[in-house]
């Protein structure tokens, strides 16, 4: 699969407000394409990706003076704010969309995203966040471009009840006219990381973000999966100077959004877009779409860079402390060299 050549990452769109603090800025990064699910930029073939963390009513907070006020206490500020997302989503007609604090729990908003997206010619699947949290996870394929092959639920069943979805579908039609085997194969997959609340956290996020590569790892092994592209969606709360950033680009992956922009990994280009505004008010970039393309060869061993990526969060003063942290993980991590995490197959 060919890299998109265009990506577009609004800031100015109106009435879709996922933040409730400033109706410009809003989780979401894209690709974009002129004509639909699946056209060709400069005469290459490329689909369509959206990522956008909705916020789910039972997080929205209408009242900084009482916190316990939410969306989710008046129907008719959730149903006008998710139908104007729906809008904009069928509006931009993405190939894939990926959504993040979909509101799982209520019954009738489920219902109005499956039957919209069902409607305009989209496949749906959800999955609720662990210990009955509220909210979770959208997944959209739309059927002209994408066949389902196979889905799976991770259920990282650690501290913040994270999961993800891994979807391996297959391309409608040839990306390439010339293309061997017909049509292409992709792996998918949806997450939203743990919010770093302290940054102890950001531990736990590199070891959800192993949990997903390593069973992607062990997926293609299993079904015998050779130089096939991956599209990782997300919210992943964290930045490009986090060291989720850095793990990633050394398995390979590369942010689309500042790619497509020239942007580079260093410091100077750390805080050139935000995709959002988060619960404490700071305005951020930490919404990525990663791709890995079959033809990406600079990638380190997954054990040798996570090993890498974890010591590279410990200060000196605190090792100890955060050795005795760790420690948990990495027993865990030898059991997940035989159970790497949940999977239920759908």
């Known amino acids: 699969m060919k890299q998109v050549a265009v990506v577009e990452s609004s800031s100015n769109i109106p009435n879709i407000n996922s933040s409730g603090n400033d109706s410009s800025v809003y989780k979401r990064s894209s690709f974009r394409t002129n004509g639909g699910y699946l056209t060709s930029v400069m005469g290459e073939p490329c689909i369509s990706c959206t990522t956008f963390n909705i916020l789910a009513p039972i997080y929205k907070r209408l009242d900084e003076q009482n916190q316990s006020l939410r969306e989710s206490d008046f129907k008719e500020s959730w149903f006008k704010r998710n139908q104007a997302i729906l809008d904009w989503l069928l509006y931009e007609r993405s190939s894939i969309i990926c959504l993040q604090e979909f509101w799982v729990g209520n019954e009738e908003l489920v219902r109005m995203y499956q039957e919209r997206l069902g409607d305009a010619g989209y496949i749906t699947f959800k999955l609720a966040r662990t210990n009955n949290r509220g909210d979770g996870l959208l997944t959209a394929l739309h059927r002209s471009c994408f066949r389902v092959l196979n889905y799976r639920e991770l259920l990282f069943n650690d501290f913040g009840d994270r999961v993800a979805q891994l979807l391996h579908v297959q391309s409608?039609?040839?990306?390439?006219?010339?293309?061997?085997?017909?049509?292409?194969?992709?792996?998918?997959?949806?997450?939203?990381?743990?919010?770093?609340?302290?940054?102890?956290?950001?531990?736990?996020?590199?070891?959800?973000v192993y949990k997903i590569l390593q069973y992607l790892e062990v997926y293609q092994r299993e079904n015998k999966l050779n130089n096939?592209?991956?599209?990782?969606?997300?919210?992943?709360?964290?930045?490009?100077?986090?060291?989720?950033?850095k793990f990633l680009r050394s398995q390979g992956f590369v942010s689309s959004y500042d790619n497509a922009h020239q942007y580079t990994d260093g410091d100077a280009d750390a805080h050139k877009w935000v995709s959002h505004r988060n619960h404490r008010g700071n305005i951020c970039g930490v919404d990525f779409i990663w791709l890995h393309n079959p033809d990406n060869k600079s990638r380190k061993l997954l054990k040798t860079s996570w090993a890498e990526a974890v010591f590279g969060t410990i200060k000196v003063r605190n090792y100890l402390a955060i050795y005795m942290f760790l420690l948990p993980f990495y027993m865990h991590h030898v059991l997940t060299l035989y159970f790497p995490i949940s999977c239920h197959k759908s």
Do not use: A, M
Not at 186 to 203: A, G, M, R
Not at 239 to 244: D, E, L, P, T, Y
């Open 228 to 245: 096939i592209p991956i599209i990782l969606c997300g919210d992943w709360n964290g930045s490009k100077r986090g060291h989720v950033y």
């Open 172 to 208: 409608v039609v040839p990306f390439l006219p010339n293309q061997k085997g017909g049509q292409q194969e992709i792996l998918i997959v949806n997450t939203h990381l743990l919010f770093p609340h302290d940054s102890s956290l950001s531990i736990v996020r590199l070891h959800q």
